[in-house]
């Protein structure tokens, strides 16, 4: 199973939105969601809040083992630990 995830940031509110869709082991599209998140500081903020809501959405519906794919080059960088980013130690 693996979840695409985007997250967007309006620079001038600091609204952030968020969609993602789950496609099974032969790419069928499973679900698929979207709303607005609140607000944020930066678009790394954006994209990881987006993250973090898909995983509880994910848990919530049952699945333990997930695939995640993203467009945040900084983010994933951040998660394997090859980059230090201080501003989302709290959040990661």
Do not use: P
């Given at each position: 199973i693996k979840m695409q995830l985007y997250a967007g940031f ?34 790394l903020e954006a994209q990881s809040k987006a993250l973090l ?40």
């Open positions: 309006d620079n001038l509110t600091s609204q952030v939105t968020r969609g993602w869709i789950v496609h099974d082991h032969l790419g069928e599209a499973k679900f698929w969601g979207s709303a607005q998140f609140g607000y944020a500081h930066s678009f809501h898909a995983m509880q959405q994910i848990w919530f519906k049952g699945f333990t083992s997930m695939i995640f794919e993203g467009d945040c080059q900084v983010l994933n960088k951040i998660i394997k630990g090859s980059i230090q980013d201080v501003s989302m130690k709290g959040l990661l």
